[in-house]
């Protein structure tokens, strides 16, 4: 009964995060700010954990193809379909979960513990609209344009560690990565980031918004955000990859 309280609670938060902004103008510049704090301050952790995740992906598949009769470009092939099918979108989706998630909890929270979301609400500004649809509307963009700049990272980290270790040369990489392509993988994998960025974002956002109390409960908000986001990303990609694979 209470998880079901707390879904229609959701549900109806989620709806005015989407409703019409009262000016614009307000409403694009936060849009702007957003892109900033949830895209461009994310892309240094994204690119060393891709980087060194395609490292380990081909010296990990290297090491596990003993099999002389096994083709070599088979590590750039598996480094590739590691990258586009799930590391990319859920695993660096649950990272960002974590960091980003945890922000957006931690501002709303104080927010609404120092009253200045009843100040919104008094002045007739939509709080939710405002808050918390430019955080949904940026990870929407930024989440799929991540995705794409971790595959990108991640095999050139596979590539020049397999050079450095000698495990693969360059031409063999090279065909792997070209071997077999499907191309609606992409596809597949960018309709997973538009849900994972969604849950990301919101879940976080609502727990924020019904904080109540004080920095301490702030805090618990910001962890079982971070918490119900990944068993939430996890639990959608299983529906997604049953539904569109």
């Given at each position: 009964m209470k998880f079901l309280y707390r879904l229609g609670s959701y549900i109806l938060f989620v709806r005015k995060a989407f409703s019409k902004p009262e000016k614009r103008s307000v409403y694009m510049k936060e849009l702007v700010n957003e892109f900033e704090k949830l895209g461009?301050?994310?892309?240094?952790?994204?690119?060393?954990?891709?980087?060194?995740?395609?490292?380990?992906?081909?010296?990990?598949t290297a090491y596990n193809m003993a099999n002389p009769l096994l083709p070599r470009y088979l590590i750039g092939y598996l480094?590739?379909?590691?990258?586009?099918?799930?590391?990319?979108?859920?695993?660096?989706?649950?990272?960002?979960?974590?960091?980003i998630g945890s922000n957006i909890a931690s501002e709303i929270g104080s927010m609404?513990?120092?009253?200045?979301?009843?100040?919104?609400?008094?002045?007739?500004?939509?709080?939710?609209?405002?808050?918390?649809?430019?955080?949904?509307?940026?990870?929407?963009?930024?989440?799929?344009?991540l995705y794409i700049f971790s595959v990108f990272i991640g095999i050139i980290g596979g590539l020049l560690s397999g050079l450095l270790s000698g495990v693969v040369n360059f031409e063999d990489f090279i065909y792997g990565l070209h071997f077999s392509?499907?191309?609606?993988?992409?596809?597949?994998?960018?309709?997973?980031?538009?849900?994972f960025a969604?849950?990301?974002?919101?879940?976080?956002?609502?727990?924020?918004?019904?904080?109540?109390?004080?920095?301490?409960?702030?805090?618990?908000?910001?962890?079982?955000?971070?918490?119900?986001?990944?068993?939430?990303?996890?639990?959608?990609?299983?529906?997604?990859?049953?539904?569109?694979?």
């Open positions: 461009l301050n994310s892309i240094v952790l994204v690119v060393i954990i891709s980087f060194f995740i395609g490292a380990v992906l081909t010296l990990q480094t590739r379909e590691t990258l586009l099918l799930e590391f990319s979108s859920t695993i660096v989706s649950l990272i960002l979960a974590g960091k609404k513990i120092t009253e200045q979301i009843e100040a919104l609400e008094t002045m007739g500004v939509n709080s939710v609209s405002y808050l918390v649809g430019p955080k949904i509307i940026a990870s929407f963009i930024i989440n799929p344009i392509f499907n191309p609606y993988y992409v596809t597949y994998s960018i309709i997973k980031t538009l849900f969604f849950i990301y974002t919101s879940i976080p956002a609502f727990y924020g918004y019904n904080v109540q109390g004080g920095a301490l409960e702030v805090g618990k908000a910001g962890t079982k955000a971070v918490v119900d986001s990944s068993i939430t990303i996890l639990t959608v990609n299983l529906i997604l990859t049953q539904i569109l694979l």
